[in-house]
């Protein structure tokens, strides 16, 4: 005796809509554990004391047209926020993609740097208090210069 199966269309979307949403929390799982596995490094700090987590940025920028036709443009680091533990040794790497040159500070870190178009800048410091730090380019600080191009830093307990 055979059997059939008469699946409706609803059933299909459901089927569908599920495979989907499995495939996305896969795709997703994957990528932050990647991304978290990516920014370790064996590599030691500029004191050259012991080992330092190595983080990348990279430099954005978003443009688009006004309704008057007028282009506008603004800068980001990306990521915009990343966070560390205190007493960390850090390793920023920061690649320049957008922009010909982000000289930046990060405020109460006591960090300065340039990242150029195409290259790539390392500055290191150790996070020894709980806070948040900006980290502020100085050629696009506001809106009125294409920014603000300010990203976070935030140091954890």
């Known amino acids: 005796m055979a059997k059939i199966f008469v699946v409706s269309n609803r059933q299909l979307r459901r089927w569908f809509l599920l495979g989907l949403m499995a495939l996305v929390t896969l795709g997703a799982a994957w990528y932050w554990g990647f991304s978290e596995a990516s920014t370790t490094s064996g590599l030691p700090d500029a004191s050259g004391q012991g080992e330092a987590r190595t983080i990348q940025l990279v430099t954005g920028e978003f443009k688009s047209t006004g309704a008057d036709g007028k282009e506008i443009e603004a800068y980001r680091w990306d990521p915009g926020t990343i966070y560390v533990k205190k007493g960390e040794r850090i390793n920023l790497s920061i690649y320049g993609v957008n922009g ?33 730090y900006r980290i502020i380019c100085l050629t696009h600080p506001d809106i009125a210069h294409n920014g603000p191009m300010v990203g976070y830093i935030v140091v954890d307990d």
């Not at 300065?112 to 709980?130: L, M, Y």
Request: proline share 6%.
């Open 100 to 132: 010909t040159s982000h000289p930046f500070i990060i405020d109460g870190l006591n960090v300065k740097g340039e990242v150029k178009k195409g290259k790539e800048t390392v500055v290191s410091f150790r996070a020894d208090k709980p806070g948040i």
